[in-house]
């Protein structure tokens, strides 16, 4: 169980189109997601909380009109990134807690890597 | 505010080998979480322990085990014996009380060569 989804897992885009990619709790139900961003050996950095039903939480220095995110159900939310530029490639991982299971748990999706070129 | 540090950047080992990756924590709630997760080539990370402040005591699980000491803020990772398929970044996390919001350190990546 705890199977978290995302899709697409590449894509690769020209600069200034927007993309959006879709993070799926697929056995759960997910009150809060969340969105990671990992450059090429680095750490995960966290990019924004996403609670069903309500705005995101970004962190500091993450542009919230840049990277929008929409927690519309239980089991999904989306991350779309807007006018993308080359800087903006990297891997984008979502997670999700499952409220049966206790908040401090969080379930990794497979991540997304995007290209733009 | 929390924070993880994983001070070994790179470690390289022979196949057979026993490695320790460590993790040292800082935090300030008496309440807290602690994780070990493995990102292979393929990006996906990998779940492999949560530990709570209360669970001082060391665990194994086939070839891994973990040394949890609240004294010295440490929740170090050992693989026994390891495999070239233990060749992954490993993350140490950090978690407090009542909050899921993960604080990773910034990694261990293990070569294990033939």
Not at chain 1, 2 to 17: D, E, F, L, Y
Not at chain 1, 73 to 95: M, N, Q, W
Not at chain 2, 89 to 114: H, I
Request: proline fraction near 3%; charge should be neutral; glycine fraction near 6%.
């Amino acid at each position: 169980g705890a199977v978290v989804s995302q899709h697409p897992s590449r894509v690769i885009c020209k600069s200034g189109t927007s993309v959006k990619i879709e993070c799926r709790s697929l056995d759960f139900q997910a009150t809060t997601m969340f969105w990671y961003r990992q450059f090429p050996k680095q750490s995960l950095m966290l990019m924004a909380t996403s609670n069903e039903g309500s705005k995101a939480t970004y962190e500091q220095g993450v542009e919230k009109d840049k990277f929008l995110i929409n927690h519309a159900s239980l089991t999904l939310s989306t991350l779309t990134v807007t006018s993308a530029h080359p800087e903006d490639s990297s891997f984008y991982i979502c997670s999700a807690s499952d409220r049966d299971r206790g908040s401090y748990e969080q379930y990794f999706g497979p991540g997304t890597r995007l290209t733009v070129t | 505010a929390q924070k993880v540090t994983q001070a070994q950047t790179e470690i390289s080992v022979v196949e057979k080998e026993d490695v320790t990756l460590d993790c040292v924590y800082e935090t300030r709630d008496t309440t807290y979480y602690l994780f070990w997760y493995k990102q292979p080539p393929s990006g996906e990370l990998v779940f492999l322990i949560r530990r709570n402040s209360f669970d001082e005591q060391n665990e194994i699980s086939g070839r891994y085990s973990w040394n949890f000491q609240k004294s010295t803020s440490s929740f170090n990772f050992t693989i026994t014996a390891s495999q070239v398929v233990d060749s992954a970044v490993y993350f140490c996390a950090l978690s407090e009380r009542g909050y899921s919001t993960l604080t990773f350190g910034k990694g261990t990546m293990l070569l294990v060569s033939p």
